[in-house]
Every structure is written in C-alpha cells, then in structure tokens.
C-alpha cells in the first residue's frame, strides 16, 4: 500500500491561501466590532435605541411632508387655531357650503336623516321665541297705546305733521344705525350699501362720494397724517362714525346716542372684510359683484336699541282688550253666520230656471237685490224661511222678462196648450217641444197650431203623442176579439149564461164604432161560425153559417148597421182547440168575431 504525500510546492500554496482567508476574516470582524461600537455610542449619547435612528436617518434623507404625518398634526392645529379667533371658521365657509351641495346633490336623504333630532327642538326654540316676540310686541304695544304719554305723542304728530310710529321711535330711541356704506379707499367708489327697514334712501353713490371728499378735505387742509383720518361727523340727530382699513373705508350713519362698544362691531367688521376680500379689494377695477359676500359682515353693523319702558300695572287695559276681544268674538261669530246665509240664499236663487242676479249689496243690517225674474219662475221669498233669513231684511227689485230657460219654456208651454194628464211636454236647450202619450185627436189636431204662438219654441215633435182614440179601439178591439159565443150540439141554441156575454159584446160595439168614427175610419166586424167535427163537412158548414146568421140577426136588432157585419161559415176547419175530449169539443161549437178597421166611412 503506497500513502501519497502532497509535493512541498503545492503545500506551500495551499497554506499561504488558507492564511490569507484568515487575515480577511480577522479584518471584517474588527471593522464589524468598530461599528457596534460606533453604534452603541450614539445610543449612549442621542438616548435613542438603533431602529429610532434609523428612522431619523430615513426622515432627513426625504424632506416631503407625508400625508400620515398631516394626519396627526391637523386635528391639534385646527383646536389650536380655533381658539385664537374665527378666520379659520370664515375660511371653511365656502369649503363647507360646497360640500354641503355636493351632498345633497348626491343623496339628500343623508342631510334629512342627520337633521332629524334636531329639528323638532329647533322648531319649537322657534316658535317660542316667535311668541316670545309676539308678547313684547303687544307688551309695547300697549305702553304705546294706552297710557299718557301715548295720547302726548299722538298729540306731537298731529302738531308736527309725522307719523305717530315716527314719534314713538324718537321718543323711545337710544340708538339705531340706519346705514352702512363700505367704500373703496383709493377710488372713492361704493362697494356696498344696506339700509335698516323704515328708513328713506338717498342716493348712495352720492353719499359715498361726499364722505370721500369730506375725508380728502380733512387730510389735506389740516395736515393729518396718513394713518390718522376723519373718524365721526355730527349733524341734527344723526352721527356718521367713519373706520379704515387698508383697502377699504366702512361708515355708518346713526341716529341717536351710539355707545362706544359700538365702534369695535365697525372695526371687526372692517378686518373681517379685509381678511375674506383683501385680494379682491386690492384688484378692484370697478365691479363690485364679488363684495356680494361682506354683507354678512355689514348686516351685524345694523344694530338699534330702544329704551325700556317701566315696568306697569295694565290689568285694567287687560280688562278693557278682554272685553273688546270677547265682544269682537261674538259679533264676528253672528256677522260670519248672517254672511253664510246670505251666501246660501243667493245660491239657491241662482239655481233656479228664469231668475237672473244683477247686483246684491249689503247696508245697515239688510240685504239688497237687485235682477231679472220670469213671472213662471218661483217666487223668491218662498226661498228665504229655509235660509234661515229674516225676511224683512231682505229687500229685492225684480224686473219681468220672458226667459228661455228649457224648464221656463216647459212652464209655459203647459200654460197654454192644457194638456191632459196622459200627455207629457218638454222642452229641450233647442226650444224644441216635445209632446208624448195619449190625447184625444181633437186636441192633437188644435195643439199642432197653438204651439207656434209660444215664446221660446221653435219647432214641435209629436212623434210619441198617440191619439186615445187609437188606445181605446185597441182595447175594445181586443175585447171583441176575444169573445166567444158557445152552442149546444147540433143546435143554433145558445148554452148557459152565454146571453149574457151578449150585453157586453154589443156595449163593447159602439165604443169601438164611436172610437172609429172620431177618427174617420170604418169598422168591419166578421162574424165566424163554428162547429166540431161531429157531422160532415157540408153539414158542419151549413151549422156554422147558421150560428153565424143568428148572432147577425141579433146585432141588427140591437141597431148595429148591417153594413159592418158580416158572416163567414167556417165549419171544423179553424177549431179553438184539439178535440182530444168531450169538453174541447164543446169550446169547438162556437161563434167568434174579427175586427178590420179602414179609412174613410160608408
């Protein structure tokens, strides 16, 4: 077995490598030793353990601010602002407004939903302090209206030639500011303008104007400095006070007595305008549309404050209104119950066909009507009791008129022609007369003229208007028709109780020959024999002609013309019913009757 040994070259090689791995691996641990050691003196001197270093050394490596860090910092920043004063808050307006906007635009029920608790509270703080107000009005009211010094102002007015609201302002008046100007500095030029209610305008341009010049005047004739400046003018009651700004001067005219307290609401104004429109001002070039927005700021300039009237006993005055307000009450209540049956009572006169309302007035408790009545239509005061009215407070002047009113027309149309009970008439919007049911012909024939004499009508329909003459014909017709004269067998021999049928058969006759006559027509009644089928047929037919023959004979003799009558044998050809039994054969052996009626007369 042969052991192999390196060759001294390459185990020289091979130890020099190996001790320069060691030499680099002593190196990197001293410069790795050197480093903690760095690092453990900095914490040791900073008081900060490596990780907060490194996060120092991140932050001054990148300078932006970060949104994170703005998180953090801004609600502490907004609390602290806020405390300073209000130009964060006036700021966030616009901000806030749009927002707001933008909501609703988006889902207004958001805005609803977060407002409803607060909203019934806030509605009833409301109407409190609105009867709250309601109460210190009256209150003043009434210390302006019944006592002493009232009836010494009115006096004043009446002397003075003012108006009562006027003196009691002057009387009571502490002070009021009844204007606010805001001019621009450098130009003069009227940026704003409110007035408080009640006071006569002038011409603000023109007003700004002279206080510019009066200011211009001031500085150049007595030297004033820059900075100072005209700060009040006093002429009769009123008080002009005058505060500048840089870029914009805000005066304010007043009547009365203002306290010094005054001042500071002109001078926040005027820094809170400068603050919100200090650009703007700085830019202005003659259009005044973006000062739109410092009326807010004006309109709490607009202050007034009256003087407090002693407090003072007015239970009597209390009294005095109470028995007024009751008494107002109950003559409120019978005026407005007089009124509505007034009202109701003119309805109903409206309503009826053939009155015409002109005019009506009332005057001293009574009532006044003045209009048009056709003497057809209801009598007026027929209508006052279910009005509930007193009739002699109604007084009325009716002129006649004939009116075309459809029921009017009915009224007269009845009037004049007189129609029976059978017959109905009426009239249509067209004037168009109507007539329908049964008259007599007589009457048919006189009405077809007598219509055109009637006022209003314009043409008559007598379409559904029969003559009773026709209705009774048919009746009696029917009558006849229906009769039946019954025979023993084999025999011309009426049965029992036949005769009779007789009496009513001939009564039945003459009205319908009667009924004829009246409307010229002709009747002929056709007497039928008939027999059963017992015999032959030439038997059956000479029986039935003789049956026939003997009814004839007793019409003639009952004065019935023998011209109207006539016989038919007819024999068992037309039978009345089936001879299935003895008793059909006896309704078989009969004589009938058929009525023709014709036109004209023999």
């Keep these: 077995m ?3 040994s390196p060759k001294p070259r390459q185990k020289a090689k091979a130890d020099s490598i190996s001790n320069g791995q060691i030499s680099r691996t002593n190196s990197l641990n001293q410069e790795s030793k050197s480093s903690d050691e760095l690092t453990t003196l900095r914490s040791l001197l900073l008081g900060l353990e490596p990780h907060q270093l490194t996060k120092l050394y991140e932050r001054l490596d990148n300078p932006q601010v970060l949104p994170e860090d703005i998180s953090r910092l801004l609600p502490e920043a907004v609390v602290l602002r806020s405390k300073q004063d209000q130009q964060l808050a006036e700021s966030m307006v616009t901000t806030v407004e749009t927002a707001i906007q933008t909501s609703i635009k988006q889902d207004e029920n958001v805005l609803s939903e977060a407002f409803f608790p607060i909203i019934g509270k806030a509605t009833r703080k409301a109407v409190a302090s609105f009867i709250d107000q309601m109460m210190q009005s009256l209150n003043q009211a009434l210390e302006y209206s019944l006592s002493l010094e009232s009836f010494q102002w009115r006096l004043e007015a009446k002397r003075t030639g003012k108006s009562f609201a006027e003196i009691v302002l002057l009387r009571t008046l502490v002070y009021r500011v009844e204007q606010i100007f805001l001019i621009h500095k450098q ?109 807010t700021y004006l309109e709490e300039c607009l202050t007034v404050q009256s003087k407090s009237a002693p407090s003072k006993n007015y239970k009597y005055a209390w009294t005095f209104l109470s028995i007024v307000a ?4 109950i003559w409120g209540f019978f005026a407005l119950r007089e009124h509505l049956r007034w009202q109701n009572y003119l309805q109903k006169l409206s309503s009826q066909p053939g009155i015409i309302i002109i005019n009506t007035k009332n005057h001293n408790g009574k009532h006044f009507i003045l209009g048009m009545r056709d003497p057809l239509a209801i009598d007026p005061n027929t209508l006052i009791p279910n009005t509930n009215l007193k009739p002699q407070t109604v007084i009325s002047h009716w002129q006649s008129y004939l009116s075309l009113d459809p029921q009017i027309l009915t009224k007269r149309a009845e009037k004049l022609l007189q129609p029976p009970k059978t017959v109905s008439l009426k009239v249509d919007s067209n004037g168009v007369l109507q007539a329908s049911g049964y008259a007599p012909h007589q009457w048919i024939t006189e009405k077809k003229q007598a219509w055109r004499y009637i006022p209003g009508i314009t043409q008559f329909q007598d379409q559904n208007l029969l003559a009773s003459e026709l209705k009774e014909i048919a009746l009696y017709q029917q009558q006849i028709e229906e009769t039946s004269l019954l025979f023993f ?46 015999g032959s047929e030439q038997y059956n037919i000479s029986l039935s002609q003789s049956r026939a023959q003997k009814i004839l004979n007793y019409l003639q003799q009952q004065g019935i013309s023998q011209s109207k009558l006539q016989i038919v044998a007819v024999g068992a050809s037309i039978p009345l019913q089936p001879e299935v039994n003895t008793e059909a054969k006896k309704l078989n052996r009969r004589v009938s009757f058929k009525i023709s009626i014709n036109n004209g007369k023999n």
């Design 187 to 295: 130009t003069g030029l009227l940026l704003q303008h409110l007035v408080a209610k009640q006071v006569p305008i002038q011409d603000p341009d023109l007003v700004a104007a002279m206080l510019t010049a009066i200011r211009d005047f001031v500085q150049d004739s007595f030297s004033v400095k820059q900075q100072d400046g005209l700060q009040s003018l006093q002429f009769g009651d009123l008080t002009i006070w005058i505060e500048e700004g840089g870029q914009a001067v805000l005066a304010g005219i007043i009547r009365g007595n203002p306290p010094q307290q005054l001042r500071l609401v002109f001078q926040a104004a005027i820094e809170k305008i400068h603050l919100k429109l200090g650009q703007e001002m700085h830019e202005f070039a003659g259009e005044i549309e973006a000062f739109q927005a410092s009326q």
């Design 2 to 4: 042969n052991d192999y």
């Design 489 to 534: 067998e084999d025999t011309t021999n009426l049965t029992a109780g036949e005769v009779d049928k007789l009496k009513d058969l001939i009564s039945a006759i003459e009205k319908l020959n009667k009924a004829a006559q009246s409307l010229n027509k002709n009747i002929q009644i056709q007497i039928r024999g008939h027999t059963d089928t017992s």
């Design 326 to 329: 009751i008494a107002s009450s």
